[in-house]
């Protein structure tokens, strides 16, 4: 059976059939899952964690926002005098 890709670009899935492959000249492969994807990675040079509607984006905002809630400060604690 047919495996589903993933997008390189926004991290969706991708079903058989469907979607764009991408060959470099060095032979690196991208799969995208529609034209705004392929046009973002390759003619815009965006970088798919910093543009907000992808997936990558969201996850890595998620453990960002995770480690900010570990790094929280101690309480104080009051001295008894």
């Given at each position: ?25 060095d032979g690196q ?53």
């Amino acid at each position: 059976m047919v495996e589903a890709k993933e997008c390189t670009f926004c991290g969706n899935k991708i079903e058989p059939g469907t979607g764009k492959l991408f060959i470099k000249t060095d032979g690196q492969t991208f799969n995208f899952c529609n034209n705004k994807c392929e046009k973002n990675m390759l003619k815009l040079g965006r970088k798919e964690r910093e543009t907000k509607w992808t997936r990558k984006h969201a996850q890595e905002k998620a453990v960002k926002t995770y480690r900010k809630k570990e790094k929280k400060k101690p309480k104080k604690k009051i001295k008894k005098k």
